[in-house]
């Protein structure tokens, strides 16, 4: 089983996002490949301060006008516990690589940090992706892109967000399936 988790700052925008247009993407595939992996596909915030909360509404919106219902999902925080059990820990920016350092033992978040870094300093991430232990990674470097996930938190941009999240999520899909 192909375990995601995707990990954002409070877990009601972008993470959110991402796990139900990847949930999106995978059913689309078993429609039409109903030997397709099975896929486990979640989100989780590495703040606490909008646990319980559910996804913000301009975000469901956007999930909504594209025919995508993610009603029932509240933010929780990422723990140990999820590091240990996903295969794939996919942060939307820089910053919740930082925040890392405060759910994960250090010696783990130091090794995933260089293990990220010396994936990030190849041309190609993908490639480097595929050599390397480390579970963590940024969604937009399986696009090949070398930023962050859009934050419509402070942009108020929800179709930024949103293209950004469909690339990046459609280029991972694509390099599990190549791998798997």
Known sequence: MIKILFVCHG?????????FVMKKLVRDLRDSNPQASDFE??????????IGNPVYPPARRMLARHGIDCSGKTA????????NHYNYIVLMDQNNLRNLRWILPRDIYEQELAQY????????????RDSQAGKVSL????????????????TGDFEATWQDVNEGCTALLQHILKNS
């Open 139 to 154: 969604l937009m470097d399986w696009a090949g892109k070398n930023r962050d996930v859009a934050d419509p938190w402070y």
């Open 76 to 83: 929780r925080q990422m723990t140990v516990a999820d590091y």
């Open 41 to 50: 596909i979640a989100s989780a915030a590495t703040s606490t301060e909008e």
């Open 11 to 19: 877990n009601i925008c972008r993470s959110p996002m991402a796990e």
């Open 117 to 128: 870094r010396d994936a990030r300093e190849s041309a190609h991430i993908q490639d480097a």
